[in-house]
T-cell receptor, first 114, second 114 residues
C-alpha cells in the first residue's frame, strides 16, 4: 500500500520530446513537491503545491509545468526535453503546517534524455 | 550557493561501532533539521529531526545533535548495523507555513561492514 507513488519509474526519451511524470499520494497530505536529483546528487526542490495551488517555483525553466488536478495528485510535464534534464525526479508530500515538515518521498523517476 | 553541506561523501564503520555523520549549514534562519536515509532505487525516508531550539534528539539507536553557534549538526548511530548501510541526507527547513521548504545536503554514503 504505497504512500507516494510515481509513474513511470524509468523514462528514456529523445531530445525535443515532451513527457509527463505522474505522482499520487494516499496520505491525505495538503502539500506536494517535485524534486530533482542531478548527477552531482544534489536533491533540489523544483515546485510545491498546497491544496492544488502553486506555492514554490524555484527558478525552473518554463518547459517544466506541474499540474495538480486534486490534492492527491501532482504531475510534472516537461516540454522540449534537453540533455540536461536527465536526472532522477522525486515527488514528495507532507502535511502543512507540521512541526518537522517531514516529507514522504516517492521512489523516483529516472529520466534519461538521449 | 550550497547552504547545507555534507563534506564526507562516504563513511565506513564496523558493525557494532558508532557511526557519526556530519552536516554544516550557513543559513541562520533555518529552524528545523532533518535526516533522511536513502536506499538505492528508492526515495529518501525520514529518519529523525530536531528543532533549532533543542540541542539533542534521540530515537532508539539514532541521536541527532545540533550546535547552533557552530551551525553544525551530526547524526550518531549506535550500534551500527549492516542494514544501516545507505546514503544519509541532512536537510534544513527554511521559510514559513506553506512556503517552507527543505534544503538538502549532497549525502554521505554509510557502509557498515561485518
Amino acid at each position: 500500500d504505497t504512500a507516494v507513488s510515481q509513474t513511470p519509474k524509468y523514462l528514456v526519451t529523445q531530445m525535443g520530446n515532451d513527457k509527463s511524470i505522474k505522482c499520487e499520494q494516499n496520505l491525505g497530505h495538503d502539500t506536494m513537491y517535485w524534486y530533482k536529483q542531478d548527477s552531482k546528487k544534489f536533491l533540489k526542490i523544483m515546485f510545491s503545491y498546497n491544496n492544488k495551488e502553486l506555492i514554490i517555483n524555484e527558478t525552473v525553466p518554463n518547459r517544466f509545468s506541474p499540474k495538480s488536478p486534486d490534492k492527491a495528485h501532482l504531475n510534472l510535464h516537461i516540454n522540449s526535453l534537453e540533455l540536461g534534464d536527465s536526472a532522477v525526479y522525486f515527488c514528495a508530500s507532507s502535511r502543512i503546517p507540521v512541526g518537522g515538515n517531514e516529507q514522504f518521498f516517492g521512489p523516483g523517476t529516472r529520466l534519461t534524455v538521449l | 550557493d550550497q547552504q547545507v553541506k555534507q563534506n564526507s561523501p562516504s563513511l565506513s564503520v564496523q558493525e557494532g561501532r558508532i557511526s557519526i555523520l556530519n552536516c554544516d549549514y550557513t543559513n541562520s534562519m533555518f529552524d528545523y533539521f532533518l535526516w533522511y536515509k536513502k536506499y538505492p532505487a528508492e526515495g529518501p525516508t525520514f529518519l529523525i529531526s530536531i528543532s533549532s531550539i533543542k540541542d539533542k534528539n534521540e530515537d532508539g539507536r539514532f541521536t541527532v545533535f545540533l550546535n547552533k553557534s557552530a551551525k553544525h549538526l551530526s547524526l550518531h548511530i549506535v550500534p551500527s548495523q549492516p542494514g544501516d548501510s545507505a546514503v544519509y541526507f541532512c536537510a534544513a527547513r527554511g521559510g514559513t507555513g506553506t512556503a517552507s521548504k527543505l534544503t538538502f545536503g549532497t549525502g554521505t554514503r554509510l557502509q557498515v561492514t561485518l
